[in-house]
DNA sequence: GATTGACGCCGAG
DNA sequence: CTCGGCGTCAATC
């Protein structure tokens, strides 16, 4: 699971019923955002997996809180200079956060998806010059910013939802909360 | 090398 | 519409 050995500290956000939170290096960047759960063990225990050593401190909540408002559809848009963008074997960064450069290329792609549309994983490959869609789906999955990068807004060529590390359902209720319609596993393009 | 994916495409039922 | 099968390629074993 590729651990990292740096402090990070972890700040946390609250609304009706579930806990946000996003581990921040010692320079103030996003080193990870966990996907929102119900119970705040469990997200604690998420970033932990990846940084063990770390500390809870409420000196981020307010962009924590931020992160909370997009998955809630709100359209507010995310500076992503916060986010650490790092390649681990390009430089040993001790804060790199990302494994390839292949990863940060598509992640990249994936940032740049206005709120309210929808790309297809085909088309991000395209973007990327690669015919390896299945690769792109891979280096989506590991995406350490969901949410801010809005690997929910990718989607199957046929219209089908595709997956989602946080389940199939979690993605489909990030895009209806964006406006989308769904109906039996498939988006509707005009909303 | 061989296997495994958050996929895509085509053809057969 | 559903399935299988094959294409493709980066990461992992």
Same mark, same amino acid.
């Given at each position: 699971?590729?651990?990292?050995?740096?402090?990070?500290?972890? /700040?946390? %956000?609250? =609304?009706?019923? *579930?806990?946000?939170?996003?581990?921040?290096?010692?320079?103030?960047?996003?080193?990870? !955002?966990?996907?929102?759960?119900?119970?705040?063990?469990?997200?604690?225990?998420?970033?932990?997996?990846?940084?063990?050593?770390?500390?809870?401190?409420?000196?981020?909540?307010?962009?924590?809180?931020?992160?909370?408002?997009?998955?809630?559809?709100?359209?507010?848009?995310?500076?992503?200079?916060?986010?650490?963008?790092?390649?681990?074997?390009? /430089?040993? %960064?001790? =804060?790199?956060? *990302?494994?390839?450069?292949?990863?940060?290329?598509?992640?990249?792609?994936?940032?740049? !998806?206005?709120?309210?549309?929808?790309?297809?994983?085909?088309?991000?490959?395209?973007?990327?010059?690669?015919?390896?869609?299945?690769?792109?789906?891979?280096?989506?999955?590991?995406?350490?910013?969901?949410?801010?990068?809005?690997?929910?807004?990718?989607?199957?060529?046929?219209?089908?939802?595709?997956?989602?590390?946080?389940?199939?359902?979690?993605?489909?209720?990030?895009?209806?909360?964006?406006?989308?319609?769904?109906?039996?596993?498939?988006?509707?393009?005009?909303?």
């Amino acid at each position: 699971m590729n651990k990292r050995k740096d402090l990070v500290i972890i /700040s946390i %956000h609250k =609304t009706n019923k *579930l806990y946000f939170a996003a581990a921040f290096s010692q320079k103030g960047k996003i080193v990870r !955002i966990a996907l929102p759960q119900t119970n705040l063990e469990d997200l604690v225990t998420e970033i932990s997996n990846y940084h063990p050593k770390f500390i809870i401190n409420n000196m981020y909540d307010e962009i924590v809180g931020i992160i909370a408002e997009i998955y809630h559809g709100n359209t507010s848009n995310f500076d992503i200079e916060l986010l650490e963008l790092n390649i681990s074997n390009e /430089s040993s %960064h001790e =804060t790199a956060t *990302l494994n390839t450069t292949f990863e940060r290329d598509v992640i990249l792609e994936v940032a740049s !998806i206005p709120h309210g549309q929808v790309k297809t994983y085909k088309e991000i490959a395209t973007a990327v010059k690669t015919q390896g869609y299945r690769a792109v789906g891979t280096a989506i999955g590991k995406n350490p910013f969901p949410i801010v990068v809005p690997c929910h807004r990718v989607v199957r060529s046929d219209g089908k939802i595709g997956g989602f590390r946080g389940g199939k359902q979690m993605k489909i209720e990030m895009l209806i909360n964006e406006g989308f319609k769904i109906k039996s596993d498939k988006i509707l393009l005009e909303k």
